[in-house]
């Protein structure tokens, strides 16, 4: 079956900052990838879809890359701020052309003043 | 415009109870889809609901049920629970490939 990972431990870095999320996966070829935010006791938030026919995309201070190749998408936040520190996941659709999303378990970021 | 909403937002249960939790998608939105979060873990796909019917199911047992309204709105109802059913409880909307998640409910079984 499919399997996404994420680093679970918490990734803490200084205010400032550029911070590089991994999401690796296996057993499957995605048509595209999203990254969520969530913050505790929250629903997470959509931030960036990536299709699998894109190398790079970018949102602001927000930058998602897809390298179907080594199946891995990095997610970069950056000049970070504390008020990004939250859960982010990744995930992707599952086989057959639907809207059902596997998820990881997520990475934690604490941006630190 | 309201996005998703979800009630009640928490809720304690004894075990081998019922419950039923309630979700009205983002407006636009006909398709409802519902995730159980664990503390610690990603979202896990439940079931999906578009035109009234069921569309997709994941890994879940048939004590988990649920029904989509003319008007799209949606419940997801969850038969003798189990401690192991403590967690969070998302319904997401969409009307393409992102989805739009309410704030969750909160089911806590003792």
């Known amino acids: 079956s499919q399997k996404i990972e994420q680093n679970s431990e918490a990734l803490n870095i200084q205010e400032g900052k550029t911070a590089t999320l991994t999401c690796n996966y296996t057993n499957y070829s995605p048509a595209y990838l999203q990254w969520y935010r969530q913050d505790p006791g929250r629903g997470p938030v959509f931030l960036l879809l990536?299709?699998?026919?894109?190398k790079e995309k970018r949102k602001e201070r927000l930058k998602v890359t897809f390298d179907t190749t080594l199946k891995q998408s990095l997610f970069h936040i950056t000049a970070s701020q504390p008020a990004d520190s939250a859960t982010y996941l990744c995930a992707l659709d599952a086989p057959g052309n639907t809207d059902k999303l596997i998820f990881g378990t997520g990475t934690r970021l604490q941006v630190f003043p | 415009d309201a996005g998703v909403t979800q009630s009640p937002t928490h809720l304690i249960k004894t075990r081998g109870q019922q419950v039923t939790l309630r979700c009205s998608p983002k407006?636009?939105?006909?398709?409802v889809s519902w995730y159980q979060q664990a503390l610690g873990q990603g979202p896990q796909f439940i079931f999906q609901?578009?035109?009234?019917?069921?569309?997709q199911r994941g890994n879940f047992p048939d004590r988990f049920s649920g029904h989509q309204f003319p008007n799209y709105s949606s419940e997801l109802n969850v038969n003798a629970l189990l401690l192991g059913d403590s967690a969070l409880y998302l319904c997401?909307?969409?009307?393409?490939?992102?989805?739009?998640f309410g704030q969750g409910t909160r089911l806590t079984v003792v």
């Open positions: 407006s636009g939105h006909d398709t």
């Open positions: 997401a909307s969409s009307g393409g490939h992102e989805a739009f």
């Open positions: 609901y578009y035109e009234e019917e069921e569309r």
């Open positions: 990536i299709r699998e026919n894109e």
